[in-house]
C-alpha cells in the first residue's frame, strides 16, 4: 500500500524571510498514485464530508486517468472557489474524515488532490463562463466575500441581472483582507474572483450599505437580495493598558499582512487568544520580525478551538504555548507595552460554551515580558448590523436568522448566507450557503 | 462541441463505449441502468438455443492482485447466459422501445448450423442493430466443440461465419475471435472471406489464476476441484492492441476492441490502432456502469484538447507507425539522461542497470544516478523503473 503522501513545505527558516505560500503542492508522481489508492467507493463518504458537495470520487478518478481538465471543471461546478478551498478547508475534518480508506491506512489526502488539480487548472487559466439568457429580474447582493461572490456568480450564470455592493476596496472578504498570504497567496484568490465575476457581475466596491446607500433603496431596485457580510472582529479585552502602543488588534494586524504590508515587529509577542484567528496572528508575528512568539491561552489545548492543523503549523515555526494564562493587566514602560502580568487559571465547572470555565488561583500572579501584544479574541456580528439591515430578525447571538433550508430571512425576497448567518465558520461553508441562496433566489424569482 | 458518435459496420452508436457480452449485460434492468449513466451500446450477454443446456458452477470469480494492487487480472469460468433467446427477445424488444438512440446487440453461439441460423433469425425479428457470434469462449465451451474450437480454426471460422450470414437479412454480422490462435489474422482473412461485417477482438485468454498453497487446488475451488478459465481485465491490454493492430494492418473490416480496456486512455490507444468500437467488461464488473461518466468526458476533453471535432479523427492514426522489426533503424541511437532536480536517490534505476543491463549507472557521492553514457545502450530499462514521472528520458545522441 502506498502511503499518503505529503507536500513540500518551506523549512521553518524559509518562513521567516516573509509571507510566502509554505505548501507547494503534490508532483505528478505523488497525485497520480494517491489518487490510485482511492477505493472508488459507492455513494462515497467523502462526498457527504464536503458541504459544497463536490463530487470526490468523480475527479479523483480523471485525476487518475489524467483527465485533469474534466476533473477541473467538475469541481469548479460544486465550487467556484476551488483553489481557495484545496488550500484553507479543514478538509481532515470535512472530505477526509469519513474517507473509507482510513480503514486501511489513511484517507486519501484529498485537498492535496483537490490542489493539484486546481493548480493545472490555473496554470491553463479558468475557462471564464457566460451569462445566462437574460430574465430581466435583478438581484442586489451585499458583500463580495466567498457567500456573496458565489451567490451572484451563479445567478448571473441563470441570466438574472447582478449587482454586489462591497464596502472595501477590493472583492474577497476575508479571503483578501483575513486569511494570510503564506496560506493563500493573493493571486490564487484573485484568479478565482475573476472567475466568479466572469458572467456578467456588476461589482461596486467602496460602498458600505447603511452609509454611502441605504438598504431599503437596494430593496426597493431589486426583485431580490442576498446579504452575505461576514463578521467583524470582536472588540477588545477589557483590562488595564490595552489601549497602550504596542498592543495590536489581530484584525488589523492581519489585514495589514494580507495587504502586504504587514507591521513591523521586534522581540517577544504575545498573542492573547485560542482561536484560528491566534493562531493566524502569532504565525504571521513569526513573519513580521518577532524574534519569539508566544500565545496565551486560559484553557488547556484540549480546550483551543484552533483547528489542530493550525496548532501543528504554528508549533513547526516555533511559536510556544503557555496553556491555563489569564492576562490581567498590560505593563506599561516608556510609554509602551513591556509586559502583561498574568495570572494562572485551573479549569472549573463547564460555562455555557459547554467549555470547562477558567478559574484564576489567587497568588500566582507572574509577568511575561514583551515587546508587543496581539489580542485575537476573535470574531463576532457586526455590532452596527441590525441598525443597516433594519426589519430583518437576528439571533440572539447577533447572527441573521434564516430558514435553513432555504436561506430566506424574515423578509420576503431578502436572503442571507455565510459567517453573517452561520457566526463564522468556512469558506467551503460560505460557497455552500451562496449556492444554497442561488438556488432559492432563483426559485423565487421564476 | 465535439462528435462522439461512430459508425460500426454501418450501425451509428452514439458514443464508442459499449457494454462487452458478460454478466453486466445479463437482464434489460442492468442494460437499462447502464444506458441511463450514458452507455452508448451493449452487447447482451450471449445466449443460445433452448435445447443447449447451460449448467453453471460457483464460485466462479477469480483475480490476481499486482502487489498492493487488486485486480490486475480477472478469470472466470462463467459460460453463456443461462437465459434462452425466448428470454434475449423480451429483453431485446423492451430495451429498444426505451432507448431507441442506443445500440442493442446480442451475442449467439451454436452448435449446428440450423441453431446459428434459428438464433439469427429470431433475434433480427426481435430487434437487435447488430449480431456477435462468440467464436471464442476459451472455457467450457470448446469441450462441447463450441467457442474458441471454432475461432482457434480459420476453416470452421469461415464456414460458421457464412452460415451465420447467410441467415441474417438485415443486421450486420460480427465475429468475436479468439488470442488462442497463431496468426489471428488468419482469423480475421477467414471471417471477411465469409462475407460476415466485422471482427471483436478479443475474448479472454485460456488460463490459470493461481494455486492454493495450502490446499493445493487451484483457484476456483469448486468442491474441492479446479479447471481453466478466461483471463481478462487491464493485464491483457497489451495482447489486445497487438490483435488490433495485426489485423487493421492486415484485414479490411471494421473492428471491435475489447480486452483489457479501463480507461478513456485505453479507448483512444485502440482507437489510434484502428478499431472503431470499443468494448469493456471487466473495468465495469469492477466500479460500475458510472465510469462511463470519466469515458465519456475524458475522451471529449482529450478531442478538445487535440482541436479535433469528431472522434472519428483518431481512427488508426498509429497504424502507419508500426513496421516489421527488420525495418526499424539501426543507426538510432539514445542515452539514459537522469533529471537530478527531480530525483528522489531510490536508486533502482541503479540496480535495474546493474543487474538487468549494462552497467552504465554510477552513484555520486550524493546518491544520484549519474549515466556513464560510453556504456550505456539506450535499452530503456532505467526509465521504466523510474518511480518519478520525467525524472529518466532517453535523449537522441548526438553523432
Ligand atoms: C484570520 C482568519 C483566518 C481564516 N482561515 C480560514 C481557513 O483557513 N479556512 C476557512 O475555510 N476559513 C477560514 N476563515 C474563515 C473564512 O474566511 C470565512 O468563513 C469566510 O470568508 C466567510 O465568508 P463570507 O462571504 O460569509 O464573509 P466575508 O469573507 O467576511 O465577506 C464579507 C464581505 O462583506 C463586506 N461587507 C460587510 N458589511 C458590508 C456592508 N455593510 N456593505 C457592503 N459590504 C459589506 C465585507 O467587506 C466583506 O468583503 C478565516 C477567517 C479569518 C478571520
Ligand atoms: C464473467 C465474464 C463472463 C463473460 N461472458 C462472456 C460471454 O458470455 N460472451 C462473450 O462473448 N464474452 C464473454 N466474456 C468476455 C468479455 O466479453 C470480454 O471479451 C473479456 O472479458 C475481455 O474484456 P475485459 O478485459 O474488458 O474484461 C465474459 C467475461 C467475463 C469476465
Ligand atoms: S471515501 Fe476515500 S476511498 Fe472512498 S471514494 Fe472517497 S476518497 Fe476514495
Ligand atoms: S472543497 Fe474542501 S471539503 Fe470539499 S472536497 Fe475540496 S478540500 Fe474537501
Known amino acids: 500500500m502506498s502511503v499518503r503522501p505529503k507536500m513540500r513545505e518551506l523549512s521553518p527558516e524559509e518562513r521567516k524571510a516573509g509571507f510566502d505560500e509554505v505548501e507547494k ?53 460544486a465550487n467556484v472557489f476551488s483553489a481557495v478551498c484545496s488550500r484553507v478547508c479543514p478538509s481532515e475534518e470535512q472530505c477526509e474524515k469519513p474517507c473509507s480508506s482510513t480503514n486501511l491506512a489513511e484517507p486519501i489526502a484529498i485537498s492535496a ?28 447582493v451585499i458583500g463580495a466575500g466567498p457567500a456573496g461572490l458565489t451567490c451572484a456568480h451563479k445567478l448571473a450564470r441563470l441570466g438574472h441581472e447582478v449587482t454586489v455592493f462591497e464596502a472595501e476596496e477590493k472583492p474577497g472578504g476575508l479571503m483578501v483582507y483575513g486569511i494570510p498570504r503564506y496560506r493563500l497567496p493573493s493571486e490564487i484568490a484573485e484568479a478565482e474572483i475573476e472567475y466568479a465575476i466572469s458572467p456578467g457581475v456588476n461589482l461596486k466596491t467602496g460602498v458600505l450599505v447603511g452609509k454611502d446607500i441605504p438598504f431599503d433603496e437596494i430593496r426597493r431596485n431589486s426583485d431580490a437580495v442576498f446579504i452575505g457580510v461576514g463578521l467583524g472582529y470582536k472588540s477588545q479585552l477589557d483590562i488595564p493598558g490595552h489601549d497602550l502602543p504596542g498592543v495590536l488588534q489581530a484584525g488589523e494586524f492581519l489585514r495589514k499582512a494580507a495587504l502586504g504590508d504587514p507591521p513591523e515587529l521586534s522581540g517577544r509577542v504575545a498573542v492573547i487568544g485560542g482561536g484560528n484567528v491566534a493562531m493566524d496572528a502569532a504565525c504571521s508575528a513569526v513573519r513580521a520580525g518577532a524574534s519569539e512568539v508566544v500565545v496565551l491561552y486560559r484553557r488547556r489545548e484540549e480546550e483551543m478551538p484552533a483547528w489542530k492543523r493550525e496548532r501543528e503549523f504554528a508549533k513547526t515555526e516555533g511559536v510556544e504555548f503557555r496553556y491555563l494564562t489569564a492576562p490581567q493587566r498590560f505593563v506599561e514602560k516608556d510609554r509602551k507595552v513591556a509586559g502583561i502580568e498574568c495570572v494562572s487559571t485551573k479549569l472549573g465547572e463547564p460555562d455555557s460554551s459547554g467549555r470547562p470555565r477558567p478559574e484564576f488561583i489567587p497568588g500566582t500572579e507572574h509577568v511575561i515580558d514583551v515587546s508587543y501584544v496581539i489580542l485575537a479574541t476573535g470574531q463576532g456580528p457586526w455590532p452596527e448590523i441590525s441598525s443597516v439591515f433594519g426589519g430583518i430578525r437576528f439571533n440572539a447571538s447577533g447572527t441573521i436568522k434564516v430558514s435553513p433550508e432555504t436561506l430566506a430571512t424574515s423578509i420576503e425576497g431578502v436572503f442571507a448566507g455565510g459567517d453573517a448567518v452561520n457566526g463564522g465558520k468556512t469558506v467551503v461553508q460560505a460557497v455552500a450557503d451562496g449556492k444554497l441562496a442561488a438556488k432559492s433566489i432563483n426559485d423565487f424569482l421564476s | 462541441m465535439v462528435d462522439l458518435s461512430l459508425e460500426f459496420c454501418g450501425v451509428k452508436f452514439p458514443n464508442p463505449f459499449t457494454l462487452a457480452a458478460a454478466p453486466t449485460t445479463d437482464s434489460a434492468e442492468m442494460v437499462a441502468r447502464a444506458f441511463e449513466a450514458g452507455w452508448g451500446g451493449a452487447i447482451l450477454k450471449t445466449t443460445s438455443v433452448e435445447t443447449e443446456v447451460v449448467e453453471l458452477v460457483y464460485p466462479m470469480m477469480s483475480g490476481i492482485d499486482f502487489e498492493d494492487k487488486k485486480l490486475m487480472g480477472l478469470q472466470n469460468i462463467d459460460l453463456i447466459s443461462e437465459r434462452h433467446i425466448d428470454e434475449v427477445e423480451k429483453d431485446v424488444k423492451a430495451l429498444k422501445k426505451e432507448f431507441p438512440d442506443r445500440v442493442v446487440a446480442a451475442s449467439i453461439m451454436g452448435a449446428e448450423k440450423e441453431d446459428w441460423q434459428e438464433l439469427v433469425r429470431r433475434l433480427e425479428a426481435a430487434g437487435v442493430d447488430l449480431i456477435e457470434c462468440s467464436f471464442s469462449c476459451p472455457h467450457g465451451m470448446p469441450e462441447r466443440g463450441m467457442g474458441s474450437t471454432i475461432g482457434q480454426d480459420p476453416e470452421l471460422t469461415e464456414r460458421t461465419a ?46 490459470l489464476i493461481g494455486v492454493d498453497l495450502d490446499t493445493f487446488i487451484p ?22 492492441l497487438r490483435c488490433v493492430a495485426e489485423i487493421a494492418k492486415s484485414v479490411d473490416i471494421p473492428i471491435a476492441a475489447v480486452g483489457g480496456i479501463s480507461t478513456w486512455m485505453d479507448a483512444v490507444e485502440f482507437l489510434l490502432l484502428g478499431a472503431t468500437n470499443i468494448q469493456l467488461c471487466t473495468a465495469v464488473m469492477r466500479n460500475g456502469f458510472r465510469i462511463i461518466e470519466d469515458l465519456i468526458d475524458g475522451l471529449t476533453v482529450y478531442l478538445e484538447e487535440k482541436g479535433m471535432k469528431s472522434v472519428t479523427e483518431l481512427v488508426g492514426k498509429a497504424l502507419p507507425y508500426i513496421v516489421d522489426h527488420s525495418k526499424l533503424s539501426r543507426d538510432y541511437k539514445v542515452v539514459s539522461a537522469v533529471n537530478r532536480e527531480t530525483c528522489i536517490k531510490c536508486d533502482v534505476c541503479y540496480i535495474a542497470c546493474m543487474d538487468g543491463a549494462h552497467q552504465a549507472i554510477e552513484l555520486d557521492e550524493n546518491r544520484i544516478p549519474v549515466i556513464n553514457e560510453d556504456k550505456c545502450k539506450g535499452c530503456g530499462m532505467c526509465e521504466t523503473v523510474c518511480p518519478v514521472e520525467g525524472c529518466i528520458t532517453l535523449k537522441p545522441r548526438e553523432s
Open chain 2, 219 to 240: 483457484y476456483p475451488n469448486v468442491g474441492g476441484y479446479s479447471t481453466y478459465g478466461g483471463y481478462s481485465g487491464p493485464a491483457i491490454k497489451p495482447v489486445t
Open chain 1, 113 to 140: 488532490l483537490h490542489r493539484f488539480v486546481a493548480d493545472e487548472e490555473l496554470k491553463r487559466g479558468i475557462r471564464p463562463e457566460k451569462a445566462g439568457t437574460p430574465t430581466g429580474k435583478k438581484v442586489a
Open chain 2, 162 to 207: 457464412r452460415w451465420v450470414k447467410e441467415a441474417a437479412e438485415r443486421v450486420p454480422i460480427v465475429i468475436k475471435l479468439t488470442p488462442q490462435i497463431a496468426d489471428i489474422t488468419a482469423a480475421a482473412h477467414a471471417v471477411k472471406r465469409s462475407g460476415a461485417d466485422g471482427v471483436c477482438a478479443i475474448n479472454t485468454l485460456k488460463s
Open chain 1, 25 to 77: 503542492g503534490l508532483a505528478l508522481h505523488q497525485a497520480l498514485p494517491e489518487a490510485s489508492r482511492c477505493l472508488f467507493c459507492h455513494e462515497a463518504p467523502c462526498v457527504s464530508g464536503c458541504v459544497a458537495g463536490v463530487d470526490v470520487v468523480g475527479f479523483v478518478r480523471r485525476l487518475k486517468t489524467r483527465n485533469f481538465v474534466g476533473a477541473a471543471r467538475l469541481i469548479r461546478e
